[in-house]
């Protein structure tokens, strides 16, 4: 399953192109709304009153209700755009933002408006991708959960103290905040509210976990290694600086005596009490559950005044954004994470 | 610049073909051998005493002392090999290592010898693509160098608190032991040292810069963003579980604030006093050092009996794996990651 | 320049997604209008009478007339549908189309109205998309033009009796039947009312040369070569059968004496009197221009009762299409094959 | 199944890695080196004296006598070599050769001795490749047969009039000279003697089949469909010039109801009584064999003197080569056209 992803923010639509969906796939398309939802801005007090429909309609690859196996395009309409924000400040590039490389790269030809192509609106049809990557996944007993690991300096309970399950992930993605443990939650709600009123943002870790991979799923060479075809989705994601499977970077401090899950054969299963690989050894699913999390940065867009440059007048200037800004984006991109480890996985499984 | 690296760790030889090198490259052999010995095994008292040449023949692609633009093929013959060492405990899966998941996804079929395929030793042909690919982005004005970030839980200074610049680079090179500080490295082999003393191994952090690349690099999208591409080549190491660029992980704990870092001209150019992103925003080059570093897991081969499975049984067992086995990787480590970081500048590049 | 097409003949759209088009280039809408128009259906007497506006919408990676750099996703409403044509016969396959393939294919979950995915309708958006790629190869000095050379026994003047020019090139796309002596087209249309008539189809022979193509573009290798990457863009347009590059077929027939291109300096260029080689040699453009030949097989939709098969019922049935189909589409096929050649050459270029 | 060809005829060793072979493949080695004789050099009187071992040594991806599913490395070294031959001619541009375009490409650092990677030589990595390809499609029920369509104006009996099955195939294959009636074989040899005596050399054209090719394989879109598929396979292999699949061009003087291939259930199976299609509608496989030809040019390399030029001085020049070469290679081309197809069939099945 390939994806194109298409739009900027304030031109006329995004949406996306998926080729190499499987035929035959019923596509309950209420699943799909409610994850666009997930994602949708303008549901919290804190996070950007742009509101959009994001009401994606499918124009190809879907027919009664199936999808048809051929490419499937689904469009979603920008409506809520005031491009005028942008006009003012369009020479003053975004300390954080794809504005001064995107400069460079398309020549001063790209469309600035709300970040144009490098907008975080463009996860729309990210999810609405994954969304459907889930439900033909579903029909091979694999589900996807992710959880908010960290916000600024507040911390949620790692995976690796749960049980995971497919129930906690129906648990989980009916949370406006999902976190295990809801208090820490109020407190990372708290965190961003401060920021908010200073002007300011926070970042934080999401945790994702895939249940149900069989072992055997990729191969130690580039490009057919689970970390790398999972890393290349997640980078995609705007905001994202790491990615670490398992015991992620405390890795490299244990041992091996601690770092390597023993094996036993239990009920004719292979099994492990740790995951500390996260559920890959050598590139290739060893048939725990594959867990890893990623980190997103702060958000950039900040009310703070900022040191940067003019790329017309070529000089030194400052800036103080306006316009509708999230001081966090980390929750709302929980469902984007998974969106894109749906696709990972779809590739993986080569679907 | 497509590679694909062919070979086993006790077959009759390993090697690489470089699809797409430029024409007329005028390689400088010794230099590759350099790169070659920066890997090797053998050298100092702690790591594995299996002895290779390591003498790449260069096969195709190469003619009159340059490149000829056709495929290169480089072949490494294996002569120090023992692989009795592995054949009685063939079918115990090597808790950490790729036995397991291999068999489920070679349905038994790989070469299970010194881990065959999966092999720490097919890095030495990807240091040799590496090689080639730095003698051809140094012609571009390009750099690529790293150091020891951390051994267990000793940690070097990192390159933030640094001058980068080749010179800084060359001084590394010629280190069996690549730190900032020798001090802290002495340290780390002492941690090395003890770790094998206990039958045990240990893991760590590198950190890898690149200097020279041009602002414009990349673009936001799946596939084409620097972090993506980079990761691709980074796990294609073995033994990599995370990567991070510019503040890694830590910059989800900064404010917005904090993390962006700010533009100002400064004769004519485009400077930053902070690389917090690690030289990319919106998945495209900003001008500043490309900045990262890779967590490896400690090296799972260790002599202390561990609990696994046995694959041919299928039942319970204990394992204690005799052979030659490095008790640490992460030093041997560096030029490969060097390596992989040079064919994703390539990569990058369009080259 | 990748592209991904989208749609079903009956769907509520089609349309196309261009990744990796240059920055900044000032797109001339008037000029792809034309080239839509030059495919359209509806403008001749023998054609089918389905009339489409065939207005293209461009909805991203276009901003203040020129290309942004980013995906640009182009959309053509389907207006004129009368798809209760095909409800009646959709279980019987129609000989010589994707119908039967598709059903095993897509397991019955294609859409069947029109043709769906496999309808020639969905030429349009590869119109758009080279129309794109034209304008940006006319930066660079590369013009494309193709004629009909044959359609059932009638054959035009091939190019290799006349002398190419861009200005042939304008000369035939202002035509609305492109050959080069038009007493032959008006037997060509003789041929197709004929056709017509008897409720049958003919089919033919499209000729197309790409002038000011640099010598030393492709290579040898698999997936490189251009006759390899012109193939396949031109095999991905409905009813191409065959493909043949310089003297085609009539090669095998010849001496190697009379098939080698003799080589002259002129005026510091490297010429040649003949070009039976279609310029390429081992797979890389030679400087002569770019010369190749495509095969369409007459259109399958014929409305002569056929034996076919019914593949609810598995058994065998008699076919008699309704509906509105042409008798010929080689005429408007040309602008088609214009339009892929104009893909491949982008490729080839690695634009 | 991706393939890497590596080597220049003159230089130490040609070869090939093949990524993505299925594990387990119980490989035939014997069957490997008949195919491999099938084309190698020096068999019968007219071809060239060049007598190469051609023994592949396999150096990865095969243990205890089955592929590892890893990648397979084979090598072939170079022995028979008389690179004197060319020094002195290697400033003229062979007419017909890759010779002007491939100095153009790579700037002149090709290797040109013999050829270099553009030699014909390099084909007999690729029977290999074919040959392994072959023998995992044989798990699958899949034969593939090829014989010489023509060579000059000599034509065999075309397969549209034989009844196709594997035993055809094990008949054709045991012939140096694989023709359907060995009298007009004769004749062939006879053209080729006529040519050779006078310092040129003849063309032809192969046609092959695939038998058991399940309906259903491919998809209409750019780089999904059958023809693009095997035609990206066939112009990689050195003197094809065009493709046609079923009829050919010649389907572009039928009409529809000529060209259709009526389609009937018997014996619960979808049968027709011709292939005009060759096993393909809108790009997808329809259960029939698939059946193609491909035309070779006569070989470029002629004794006869040539009007060409000196790319160094570059001014005109006059060139006769010396040197061994074939003035025919149809014959031994038929096992590389099966091989290329075997490996176009394992791309379309998804192996």
Redesign the interface.
């Known amino acids: 399953m ?7 923010s304030h ?5 996306v ?1 998926l ?1 190499g969906v499987p ?2 796939v019923e596509l309950d398309l209420e699943e799909i709304a409610f994850e666009m939802a997930r994602r949708a801005p303008g549901k919290d007090p804190f996070s950007t009153p742009r509101k959009e429909a994001d009401q994606p ?1 499918i ?3 879907f ?1 009664q209700g ?8 689904a ?1 979603i309409r920008n409506t809520d755009t005031r491009s005028r924000d942008y006009e003012k400040t369009k020479d003053l ?1 975004r ?8 400069f ?8 600035y408006r709300g970040g ?3 907008s975080g609106r ?1 996860t729309a049809p990210l999810v609405f991708a994954g969304a459907v990557a889930k439900q033909v996944l579903a029909g091979e007993g694999i589900v996807i959960l992710a959880h908010i690991k ?1 916000i ?2 507040v911390e949620d309970i790692p995976f690796s103290q749960c049980l995971l399950s497919s129930e906690l992930g129906w648990e989980l993605r009916e949370k406006s905040f999902p976190v295990l443990e809801d208090q820490r939650g109020e407190q990372m709600r708290q965190a961003i509210v401060r ?1 908010k009123e200073e002007g ?6 999401i945790e994702c976990a895939v249940l149900g991979l ?10 057919e ?1 689970v ?3 999972v ?6 994601i ?1 905001g ?10 405390g ?15 239990r009920g ?1 299963m ?1 099994v492990s009490p740790t995951n500390h ?2 559920g ?8 725990l559950p594959l867990v890893f ?1 990623v ?8 009310s ?1 005044q ?4 003019d790329m017309d007048l ?3 200037s400052k800036l103080t954004i306006q316009g509708r800004h999230d001081p966090c984006i980390v929750h709302r991109a929980v469902p984007v994470v998974e969106a894109a480890a749906a696709l990972a996985v779809c590739q993986l499984m ?1 679907i």
Chains 1, 2, 3, 4 share one sequence.
């Open positions: 390939k994806h194109a992803i298409f739009g900027e031109g006329p639509a995004i949406g192109v080729e035929a035959g309609e124009l190809s690859g027919f199936h999808t048809t196996g051929t490419p499937l395009c469009l590039a300390p954080g933002h794809g504005d001064w490389p995107g460079m790269r398309y020549q001063g030809y790209n469309d144009g192509h490098f463009l960290s600024a300096d920021a300011d943002s926070v970042g934080g870790v069989p072992a055997g799923m990729g191969a130690p060479d580039y490009g290694n970390e790398g075809i890393s290349q989705q997640m980078f995609a705007p994202v600086k790491a990615i670490g499977f398992g015991d992620s970077f890795i490299a401090r244990l041992r091996g005596s601690e770092a390597n899950d023993p094996l036993y054969v004719g292979v690989s996260g890959v050894n050598g590139g290739i699913t060893n048939g999390e980190a997103l940065r702060p958000t950039a867009s900040i703070k900022q040191d940067t440059i070529w000089q030194d080569g």
